[in-house]
């Protein structure tokens, strides 16, 4: 089998996803007899296209010079193109926008329509129309696969298909390492939420312009993608009521140690309901946290609960979420191949 891929959006992510196709795509043919080749890279400001499969080992020497590839081609745009380039992996690794989710939307509608399968590390497309691209890929028969929007490597999503035979009934989560960060060091040096976020800015956890994280937005996305794909709901971004952590101080944090608790920025997916707010949770408890790290609680009806911890940011750690997608496209492909 031959899969060709094209990546969309050559920064953090889809770089280190090429160097882990470069050191992974020998042991892909190997064990499941499945050839990667790349076919195109999409930038914002043009491509490198080559139907035989693009040099990964000097593309990568290149590094940032990329553009001096010998395929380059300037001002190319994905948009219009996905369909032309024989491809049947699209791999989207744009920029989120919160408002539009564009211009990963309209890759992965396109790529669908035309029967290409899809992964994607954006968020905002899902947040924004889960209903419509899951529709739309199954009814064009197409996987698509975003296991990387949701806490990064850990396998919030892909933990279904491994509990068919129980029911998640409850979701509990830290969802943004960022905020977690600002959070823990509030309570365990007593510093304000300005300094802790200039901290967390100057140590790179936190954007320049942190709003979307500290106003819990970022949080409230991927809650929004962890309920529908774990609980079967088919929630929007305007279901989450939210609250970020701005409003949280010292004293708050020093009240709520007095009485054996600590403040978390929850995601809480009950009842229907989807809640991103500050919640005291008791000091023993698993959701007390510290540092940048994610953590997702699952309530089950069979099981008690199952909770999983890990990176929830970083490139080489999204990358090798996007890896797994593939691998795991690549076995359904190969049962539908041997029916
Ligand atoms: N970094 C992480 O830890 C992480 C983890 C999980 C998920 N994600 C998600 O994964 C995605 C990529 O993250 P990242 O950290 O790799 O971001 P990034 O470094 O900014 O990379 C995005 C790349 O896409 C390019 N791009 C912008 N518009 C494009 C267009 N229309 N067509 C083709 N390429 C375009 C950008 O080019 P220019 O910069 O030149 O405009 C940039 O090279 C984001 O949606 C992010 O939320 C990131």
Redesign the pocket.
């Known amino acids: 089998m031959e899969l060709k891929i094209c990546l969309?959006?050559?920064?953090?992510?889809?770089?280190?996803f090429l160097q882990l196709l470069k050191e992974k795509r020998h042991m892909i043919k190997e064990i499941y007899n499945c050839e990667c080749i790349l076919v195109a890279i999409?930038?914002?400001?043009g491509a490198i296209i080559n139907k035989d499969g693009i040099d990964l080992n000097e593309l990568l020497a290149k590094s940032a010079n990329f553009r001096k590839n010998l395929f380059w081609k300037k001002d190319v745009?994905?948009?219009g193109l996905i369909s032309e380039l024989g491809i049947n992996l699209c791999i989207e690794?744009?920029?989120?926008n919160p408002n539009t989710g564009e211009?990963?939307l309209t890759?992965i509608i396109e790529a669908l329509s035309n029967n290409i399968d899809v992964i994607s590390?954006?968020?905002?497309p899902f947040f924004l129309y889960y209903k419509r691209i899951k529709d739309l890929a199954e009814k064009m028969n197409c996987f698509i696969r975003y296991e990387?929007?949701v806490a990064?490597c850990v396998p919030a999503l892909s933990i279904k298909r491994n509990l068919i035979g129980n029911k998640i009934i409850r979701i509990k989560a830290i969802l943004n390492g960022t905020n977690n960060y600002i959070l823990s060091r509030m309570a365990t040096e007593g510093i304000s939420f300005a300094v802790a976020l200039k901290e967390a800015q100057e140590l790179g956890y936190a954007e320049a312009d942190p709003s979307l994280d500290v106003g819990g937005f970022d949080t409230a996305g991927k809650l929004v993608i962890l309920a529908n794909e774990l609980l079967g709901w088919s929630k929007s971004i305007e279901d989450v009521k939210i609250e970020g952590i701005t409003k949280i101080t010292p004293q708050a944090l020093e009240l709520a140690k007095i009485d054996g608790y600590i403040i978390k920025h929850l995601a809480i997916a009950e009842e229907n309901n989807l809640i991103v707010e500050p919640r005291l949770v008791k000091r023993d408890s698993p959701l007390n946290i510290s540092g940048a790290l994610n953590l997702i609680k699952l309530q089950t009806k069979h099981a008690g609960s199952i909770i999983f911890m890990g990176k929830?940011?970083?490139?080489l750690?999204?990358a090798s979420?996007i890896l797994n997608d593939l691998i795991n496209i690549v076995i359904e492909r190969n049962k539908i191949r041997h029916n």
């Open positions: 969309i959006g050559k920064g953090n992510v889809g770089t280190c999409f930038e914002h400001d745009k994905a948009k690794t744009t920029p989120t211009p990963a890759h590390s954006n968020k905002a990387a929007t990064s929830g940011a970083g490139g750690e999204a979420a």
